[in-house]
């Protein structure tokens, strides 16, 4: 009674749980423009997916499958699935699994893809991210099991925490679930002590450990975290979408988001988007007016480019943005090759690269 | 929408014309804004007293039979005269920022001055008031020397010469007390200042009304009062102003003191006595009425009237108490606890009453427009995007800022204005240099010419006005009649808009919203509500009356060429209408364009006898369900920052032609948003268009391949040159 009590109040004071706040990009999230000014190594519809296939890049455009050579110019299809990659990874030992979007998940060597091995479960029908343990099991990221991989803006804005982490296991590929109830798990990183989920819709890393006990790593993002990836002594983490107040809001208001989804058309509708491109039907805010024929780069916007580079503890070192006014918006995938960080703007239809400072490498830059 | 025409409608869709309905007579019938508008009045610090009487009054009246009686009033009448007028020194110490405990003291030195004087040492009734007003005067000195010259504590000093005071009265009635009671003051007036009523008033309350009047005309219009006020204030910026802050402070204790003793006086009159309370627990009594009026105990904001209010709040509530037969002590106990509720109220209110008037400003309603025209890109809708003005020429790149409206005349000059509030002129025939043309001080919203070939110009803020060729500017108008039940003063033009001149020489022009001022236009948006209108003046006598109330942020208003009516676009309404103001159609107004896909803004003619329209954003499925929703945008006014609310599209722009008959025959958009994100308005003029936009920083010009290219508009509407 109390409670409903307080929630009452909060909603009609806009405290609490009302209260929309966003996390501002300070400190080590500051604003600045490194992927507007990294270096385009090849332009595709949809790029996403990027995994260092020994040495080489390998990602997904769509349903197809590209391996970049070595130097980074020559881009060669290897493969063209029915179906969208949604997810990808690679073991120790060369072997490539591909998530589908209708849920098949794939088995094999990038160069034969045809003769992949196929594994199907009915419960494990949105995979959008995976790794491999090093003992050799597969994890998979279970976005939603209510909405496909597509529907992602969906899963947002219906509130959902559908989102499960599944184990495909040993040679006979038995699957089986290991935490559920997830609120959009879009990067997953097999560690020691055990699993760290990106949770989307939450904001946060999430530490699974083997006995299902969570901690939070890693709260209060300022934008909603895709895949997560190792990076020298620590890690890369995507943010494919920025929050924003308006959003923030919107989520809080259940018969205004019933309304939308039922009668807007879902590109415009309030919520997280990953391109940049504009159209005239798209909701606009007031700091994103277009003044002097310029949009600002702090204008409020749905759409953001930003890869932060955690150290070993998970925390923040550094970041690079694509901001209000930049192309490479929603960065769903990254890895590091060597010296060179790539990264994939899905949103922006480019895959980047920028050279790797030393300074930020290990991760401690104090 | 994701539901077609056919398929049955599903529960979603019931439930929504449900919430629909019930939003628009909710919010047709309620009058939300009132409650802002009110709230940002000056008057509303009074309502909290007010209601305070009322309540009490009704209360107590209803407790208490004959409570409202002659004799009760006349009654009250005498200890409110009293309160008062130690009301009004008390108001003006607390004006200035200090505080006066000694005043109940005061009040009782002065009731036993004049009644030894004028009794016991005989002399004359005049003397003996002037000496005990004199004694208050006096001790207010003392104090006002502390406070203001030796900058003592006001609190502590008046504390200390109350305990002095009071000292001195008992000491000396106890010194005098046999012969104090063994004289009376035996004199016609005197027993006429003490009992006579005129209509239920004492003779006190009549001099304390007429002091409060006078004290007021000294706060509110004497140059001594201003610095009073001044120095309640701010002290250090009253300094800093050069006025005399040690002086101010002294002259309000020593007027306290007098006044005080004044009252004390009366109080002889009336009662005769010399009981050791006289006076005492006076200041608590004051205090608080001061208070409860509203003056503000940190200084500076307040007023006498406020004071008469707190008087008769506390003189009825304290009377009342006592005929309710209340166990002494009660009376104190009340009085108390109301000047603490009032100093709590006092600090909350003064904290927060600015920041509900601002957010409880923004009063949206229910709004649905009709559905929307396509204007897809590539498809035959006579809306479709296209990029035709993404290749506009420059003029003016990066030396205009917000050229709302560009007009040309017969000489080809091209006029706009800016945010500046200058009118720049652009010299043909590549309107690569430009002058200031003159400087109105406003943002220009709208511009026309006239037949006598002078620039008219609605400028935000400030009215219509006239810039004659050599310059001369002149006001035009700048309020219109008050209407009866506005709470907001809608005789003043907030926003001049857009104008158009008729054969006749009467100017039509709109004023987008009374409601928001220049620097807030767009806020008007997310209301959905009619606060436009259109006004027309008259240049034969100079005055201007609104003809068209309720619109939605009324803008462009173009002559229909038929000398009878005119074209009018209401932006947020997103239509164009006509309106008829002579012929046999005379005060009719008939839409022409209910449904367009965007913003409209200024209409003007085009050369082959159809109308140009400007866009200035366009209507986005979200906006528009948000429209439908005015409680979801109240919340979000209130809860999020204002750069993140959401508004119109503002970022696609362009223009349309139309007719009359309102069929729409083509559009030129800007796709990509570069050049012209917003189009406020275009002229056409020898076969070229011109463009303005609000929040640009250049005037466009594309060429018309089909225009006349001999075509003007000042030879269109006024003939060739005489």
């Known amino acids: ?366 | 929408m994701t539901t077609s025409a056919g398929t049955t409608r599903s529960n979603q869709d019931i439930r929504s014309g449900w919430a629909d309905s019930y939003a628009h007579w909710r919010y047709r019938l309620v009058p939300d804004h009132i409650v802002g508008e009110i709230l940002s009045k000056n008057w509303i610090d009074n309502a909290i007293p007010v209601l305070t009487l009322v309540i009490s009054l009704i209360a107590f009246s209803s407790l208490i039979p004959n409570m409202l009686s002659l004799s009760s009033v006349s009654d009250i009448s005498h200890t409110s005269g009293e309160y008062l007028l130690v009301g009004l020194g008390m108001t003006i110490v607390v004006l200035a920022g200090g505080i006066d405990l000694s005043i109940g003291s005061i009040f009782a030195l002065s009731n036993l001055l004049v009644l030894a004087c004028g009794g016991f040492l005989g002399l004359p009734l005049w003397l003996s008031i002037l000496i005990a007003i004199a004694s208050g005067g006096i001790i207010g000195a003392v104090n006002g020397l502390l406070i203001g010259f030796l900058r003592l504590r006001a609190f502590l000093t008046t504390l200390v010469t109350m305990i002095v005071v009071r000292g001195i009265v008992d000491t000396l009635q106890l010194r005098y007390s046999t012969e104090l009671s063994s004289f009376e003051i035996g004199s016609a007036t005197w027993d006429f200042v003490a009992f006579y009523t005129f209509k239920g008033m004492s003779i006190s309350f009549i001099v304390a009304l007429f002091l409060t009047v006078l004290a007021h005309l000294f706060l509110t219009r004497l140059r001594l009062g201003w610095h009073i006020l001044a120095v309640g204030g701010s002290r250090r910026a009253a300094f800093n102003a050069g006025i005399d802050v040690r002086r101010t402070v002294f002259i309000t204790y020593v007027l306290s003191g007098m006044l005080a003793a004044l009252a004390g006086v009366f109080y002889a009159a009336r009662l005769s006595s010399l009981g050791s309370d006289t006076g005492v627990g006076l200041e608590i009594a004051i205090i608080t009425a001061v208070v409860l009026g509203g003056t503000a105990l940190g200084g500076g904001r307040g007023s006498v009237f406020k004071t008469l209010l707190g008087v008769i709040i506390v003189v009825v509530i304290t009377n009342s108490l006592v005929r309710l037969g209340l166990r002494s002590g009660a009376s104190p106990l009340v009085l108390g606890l109301m000047l603490l509720t009032a100093v709590a109220i006092d600090v909350r209110w003064l904290k927060n009453r600015h920041k509900a008037a601002q957010k409880s400003y923004v009063a949206p309603v229910f709004f649905a427009l009709p559905a929307m025209q396509s204007c897809a890109p590539g498809t035959a809708s006579p809306y479709a995007i296209n990029t035709a003005l993404g290749a506009a020429e420059p003029i003016g790149l990066g030396d205009v800022d917000a050229p709302e409206d560009v007009v040309l005349d017969r000489d080809d000059n091209l006029y706009c204005g800016s945010r500046d509030g200058d009118v720049l002129r652009f010299f043909p025939p590549d309107y690569k240099r430009y002058e200031v043309f003159a400087h109105i001080g406003g943002s220009v919203l709208g511009l026309a010419i006239d037949r006598a070939g002078n620039l008219l110009a609605c400028v935000g803020g400030m009215g219509l006005y006239q810039i004659s060729p050599d310059r001369e500017i002149t006001k035009l108008s700048d309020e219109t009649n008050r209407s009866l039940l506005s709470v907001i003063d809608d005789s003043r033009l907030r926003l001049a808009d857009d104008l158009d001149i008729a054969p006749d020489g009467k100017v039509y022009f709109s004023e987008a919203t009374i409601r928001y001022d220049m620097h807030d236009w767009i806020v008007d948006a997310l209301e959905g509500r009619g606060n436009g209108r259109i006004i027309r003046y008259d240049p034969s006598d100079g005055s201007s009356r609104t003809i068209i109330r309720n619109l939605q942020f009324p803008n462009g208003i173009c002559m229909a060429m038929d000398g009878e009516s005119f074209l009018f676009a209401e932006t947020w309404g997103c239509r164009i209408s006509r309106h008829w103001f002579a012929g046999p159609r005379k005060g009719k107004t008939e839409c022409v364009i209910p449904d367009l896909p965007g913003y409209p803004d200024n209409i003007n003619l085009a050369s082959d006898g159809n109308f140009w329209c400007g866009m200035i954003g366009m209507r986005t499925p979200a906006f528009d369900l948000a429209q439908r929703m005015p409680g979801f945008r109240r919340r979000m006014v209130m809860r999020i920052a204002r750069d993140e609310w959401l508004y119109p599209n503002m970022n696609t722009g362009g223009v349309i032609k139309f007719n009359l008959q309102g069929e729409v025959l083509g559009s030129l958009w800007d796709q990509e948003g570069e050049r012209h994100p917003q189009v406020t308005s275009m002229r056409e003029h020898k076969g070229y268009l011109y463009l303005g936009g609000i929040f640009n920083n250049r005037i466009g010009r594309i060429h018309l391949p089909d225009a006349d290219p001999e075509w003007t508009g000042p030879t269109t509407y006024w003939g060739e040159k005489s």
Not at chain 1, 42 to 50: E, F, H, I, K, S
């Open chain 1, 1 to 366: 009674m109390i409670s409903f009590l307080r929630q009452a109040r909060d909603r009609f004071l806009g405290r609490g749980e009302a209260a929309v706040t966003v996390p501002p990009m300070d400190g080590t999230l500051r604003p600045d423009s490194s992927l507007e000014r990294a270096a385009i190594v090849t332009r595709a519809d949809q790029p996403d997916n990027l995994v260092n296939y020994g040495g080489e890049l390998l990602f997904s455009d769509g349903g197809g499958l590209f391996r970049m050579e070595a130097a980074g110019l020559n881009c060669r299809q290897l493969h063209q699935f029915e179906e969208p990659i949604t997810a990808m990874a690679v073991n120790a030992a060369g072997l490539l699994a591909i998530g589908l979007a209708g849920g098949a998940i794939l088995m094999g060597c990038p160069e034969q893809c045809e003769t992949m091995q196929r594994i199907v479960h009915t419960d494990l029908d949105c995979p959008v991210a995976m790794a491999f343990e090093p003992q050799g099991d597969l994890i998979v990221c279970q976005g939603s099991s209510l909405n496909g991989p597509d529907d992602w803006q969906r899963d947002l804005m219906e509130r959902r925490t559908s989102g499960a982490l599944w184990r495909v296991r040993g040679a006979d590929h038995k699957v089986e679930r290991i935490a559920s109830d997830l609120a959009y798990p879009f990067g997953v990183l097999p560690m020691a002590k055990g699993l760290v989920v990106s949770e989307a819709w939450r904001h946060r890393l999430l530490l699974i450990d083997p006995a299902g006990k969570r901690t939070i790593l890693l709260d209060d993002l300022p934008g909603y975290p895709a895949r997560l990836v190792p990076a020298g002594t620590g890690y890369l983490l995507c943010i494919f979408a920025p929050r924003s107040q308006l959003i923030e809001f919107v989520l809080r208001e259940k018969r205004f988001r019933d309304r939308m989804l039922h009668e807007v058309e879902p590109q415009h509708w309030i919520a997280p988007t990953l391109t940049s491109a504009r159209s005239y039907l798209d909701p606009m805010q007031g700091g994103g007016m277009i003044t002097h024929g310029q949009l600002k780069p702090w204008a409020p916007t749905r759409s953001y480019g930003l890869v932060i580079r955690l150290d070993a503890a998970m925390q923040p070192v550094a970041s690079y943005h694509s901001r209000a006014d930049g192309r490479f918006h929603g960065v769903t995938a990254c890895v590091e090759i060597q010296d060179d960080l790539f990264i994939a703007s899905k949103g922006g239809g480019a895959v980047l690269k920028l050279a790797v400072e030393r300074l930020h490498k290990g991760g401690d830059v104090a």
